[in-house]
């Protein structure tokens, strides 16, 4: 064996590398439509401090005045009255905390069971992966928008119910995705070292292989939130929401295309609410995806 | 003479996929205390295969079907799984092949180094960072403060290798399986990998299972070697008697195989098919031979 000393040392590549939290705040999409969501979050919040009316003060009187900078339009009424003379922008206000509220739990609930029967499907493999896979097969037939309007009138009106309709249906969208994610990461490499070190099943999954899967989850969770946004609203159109003296943008929008002919803000302003907020929910979800990504960084 | 630190005897595998081919056929090999062992041959051999069962990551179409790894006196194959991963990662460790995949690439290195020293060492976070940087300096890495907070695709090729070698030495094993450790790095870095886990290997004494398609890499680092053909040991000694006076036809093909500058007409040649022929013969005649002892 010839003998040698090793002198050479390596020096590594590039710069620091900058922290999660500083790749986020890089991120344009990340950041303006994180920043819209919570300005959502702060309205929803303090929609009683920040609303410039109460939201069923009735007036009728001031009814379907128009919004601000048009002919006819009263001082005070910024985005004008409905057809009870109610405030819209207040109405708008307050609508966000029921939307939010159903984004964040339904969302987050969908994405916790989903997941973790996704993690356990492609991680176990074999008879428990067969029968969830065969369970969100069977799941995945039901109709989805006649799911959550028999369970609806099973449950009843309200918020709960809501939840509960967008839990039911869709935390098998998280499963399949997290199920894929898992199986494509368990045959990894680093998963097969981190057996020879000895780690049981659990931390494997947990510490190396979630870690792997969370940029696809975050993404989709927040994708997630948009969506749980919309069925929120199309189950308040047909009125199986939260009671009707609850202001909410799906019920505006109902009681706006009513009477879209002569005052169509105020099927206008529910509306682009609701568009504004998946859409940013939307881009947040891309941006997170693509700035948590550790190989997708740039 | 000392027990060796790992004996494998007798080993027998078959892949259930490829109707029951033979992939390993009782391969016996021992590795003594502070030896390093090489394990050649062609792809297809069974080296990996030998490395996968000392450290039960055997894939679910190959089954052993015969034969004892006995390390330190324990049969690693009959072990309870629980045993057994007390015992990977304290007393035994990997160098994987290919270190693009080998790491975590959602975690951070100081993450995936402290992991093992935690958990197999009983350190705690603080004296586990510490660790750390002590051993990615053993490894040669300037800086390590700054490698220990990137992610691996922040890292060249070289780098991670050292970074896995560090996390494997760095558990302070008896012995260290380097499967192909070499083999998805360029030459220069090669060569000093080769010297790094010469260094550490002589340094703290440990046991080295290394296993190569490349005779060139294995002269370098081996003190003996095995030859491995179509899951048969066909030749096993002291590296340089092997390499300087083989025995067996195959070894000779192999060594004839070996690029060499100072003989440039006989480089890259395959192996002559009347030694394929011969080998195929006593393959063939070790298979009927156990079929023969399997029935009888």
């Known amino acids: 064996m010839e003998h040698w000393s090793p002198k050479q040392t390596i020096t590594d590549a590039g710069p620091q590398p900058p922290t999660a939290v500083e790749r986020l705040l890089r991120d344009p999409k990340v950041v303006g439509a994180g920043g819209f969501i919570v300005f959502l979050i702060v309205l929803a919040l303090a929609a009683p401090l920040v609303a410039p009316m109460d939201p069923l003060a009735q007036n009728l009187v001031l009814a379907t005045v128009p919004p601000a900078g048009f002919a006819e339009s ?125 780690f049981a099943r659990p931390a494997i999954l947990f510490r190396e292989i979630l870690p792997n899967v969370a940029p696809v989850l975050i993404a989709l969770l927040t994708l997630e939130m948009g969506i749980a946004v919309v069925v929120e609203a199309i189950l308040s159109f047909v009125g199986l929401s939260v009671s009707s003296d609850t202001p909410t943008w799906g019920g505006m929008i109902a009681e706006g295309r009513q009477i879209v002919h002569e005052a169509w803000w105020v099927l206008a302003a529910p509306l682009a609410a609701l568009f504004a907020t998946v859409v940013a929910f939307n881009q947040l979800g891309d941006g997170l995806a693509r700035s948590l990504d550790p190989v997708l960084r740039r | 003479m000392t027990p060796p630190r790992l004996a494998i005897e007798a080993l027998s595998a078959i892949s259930l996929r490829d109707g029951d081919r033979p992939i390993l056929r009782r391969v016996s090999l021992s590795v003594g205390v502070g030896e390093v062992h090489g394990v050649v041959g062609e792809s297809g051999a069974g080296k990996s295969t030998i490395a996968k069962a000392i450290l039960g990551i055997i894939p679910s179409q190959v089954r052993i079907t015969g034969g004892t790894i006995n ?226």
């Open chain 1, 74 to 198: 009263e001082p005070g009424y910024l985005l004008g009255t409905d057809g009870l003379g109610r405030d819209v922008l207040s109405r708008v206000i307050f609508g966000t905390q029921v939307s939010l509220t159903v984004a964040f739990v339904a969302a987050g609930l969908a994405c916790l069971i989903g997941s973790l029967l996704g993690l356990l499907a492609g991680f176990l493999g074999g008879f428990v992966d067969a029968l969830i896979s065969r369970l969100v097969d069977i799941w995945m037939a039901f109709p989805p928008v006649l799911l959550s309007i028999l369970l609806v009138a099973v449950l009843g009106t309200g918020l709960h119910s809501v939840i509960a309709a967008i839990v039911v249906i869709d935390w098998t969208r998280f499963c399949r995705v997290v199920r894929t994610e898992t199986m494509g990461q368990a045959q990894m490499d680093y998963v097969v070292a981190a057996r020879t070190i000895g």
């Open chain 2, 71 to 296: 390390f330190e006196g324990q049969n690693l194959l009959s072990m309870p799984a629980k045993a057994l991963r007390a015992v990977l990662g304290r007393d035994i460790a990997l160098v994987p092949q290919d270190p693009s995949t080998a790491l975590n690439p959602s975690r951070r290195i100081d993450a995936q180094l402290t992991d093992g020293l935690r958990l197999k060492r009983g350190l705690s976070a603080r004296e586990a960072r510490l660790r750390a940087l002590a051993l990615l300096e053993e490894v040669q890495i300037r800086d390590p403060e700054r490698v220990l907070k990137s992610y691996p695709h922040q890292l060249s090729g070289g780098m991670r290798q050292r970074v896995l070698i560090a996390a494997a030495f760095g558990l302070e094993p008896k012995l260290v399986i380097a499967d192909e450790p070499t083999t998805a790095l360029d030459v220069t870095v090669q060569k000093q990998i080769l010297r790094l886990i010469r260094l550490l290997q002589e340094r703290h004494g440990t046991s080295v299972l290394f296993v190569s398609h490349d005779l060139g890499v294995v002269a370098k680092i081996c003190d003996r070697l095995t030859v491995l053909y179509m899951g048969r040991a066909m030749e096993q000694g002291a590296t340089e008697e092997v390499l300087s006076a083989p025995r067996h036809a195959y070894t000779k093909a192999l060594l004839a195989a070996n690029p060499r500058y100072d003989r440039p007409d006989t480089g890259l040649e395959p192996t002559p098919p009347e030694v394929v022929a011969a080998l195929r013969a006593e393959i063939a005649a070790f298979d009927a031979a156990a079929a023969e002892a399997g029935h009888g």
